[in-house]
């Protein structure tokens, strides 16, 4: 039992057998049989090649339809980005005017601590030198009652009172 051929196989065979009827024409035959089989193939070539041509020619259409409906989806999405870039704006605004407003007070408040401050280090600096000036008065006031002590038992030595 014979097994089945593949399809190259059969087309070499039918081939071969087209070679032999060939070859059992005339030379003039023969001739006119290779034109119609060269214009065969011209035909087939050119048919295959158009095939192909047109294959192409539609993946590039649809590459184009392609290309353009991704333009066509970034463009809105640009649109939308711009719509929600103008909310986020519109919403930063009032905050901005807010934190503005806030940072003014904060300059006034500090325009008004500096001569608080310097003010405060005026007393501070007052309270300083008052308990510098009671200190010394108090060591005065020592050295006063020592001379006077010292003093007293020197006129008692001497024999003076006063």
Excluded: W
Aim: proline share 3%; net charge neutral; glycine share 2%.
């Amino acid at each position: 039992m014979q097994s089945p051929t593949p399809p190259a196989q059969e087309q070499q065979q039918q081939q071969l057998v087209l070679r032999i009827r060939n070859s059992a024409h005339s030379h003039r035959e023969s001739a006119s049989e290779e034109e119609r089989e060269d214009e065969e193939a011209s035909r087939t070539a050119l048919s295959t090649f158009r095939a192909k041509e047109e294959e192409i020619e539609k993946k590039k259409m649809e590459v184009r339809e392609k290309v353009f409906a991704q333009l066509g989806r970034v463009e809105e999405e640009s649109k939308r980005l711009a719509v929600i870039q103008k909310e986020l704006e519109a919403m930063a605004d009032p905050t901005r005017k807010e934190v503005s407003a806030i940072r003014k007070k904060i300059d006034a408040v500090n325009r008004e601590l500096k001569p608080l401050g310097y003010n405060c280090l005026k007393k501070k600096e007052y309270k300083e030198a008052l308990e510098a000036f009671n200190e010394k008065n108090r060591e005065k006031a020592q050295l006063v009652n020592r001379l006077i002590e010292v003093s007293a038992g020197n006129t008692k030595h001497f024999g003076f009172e006063f």
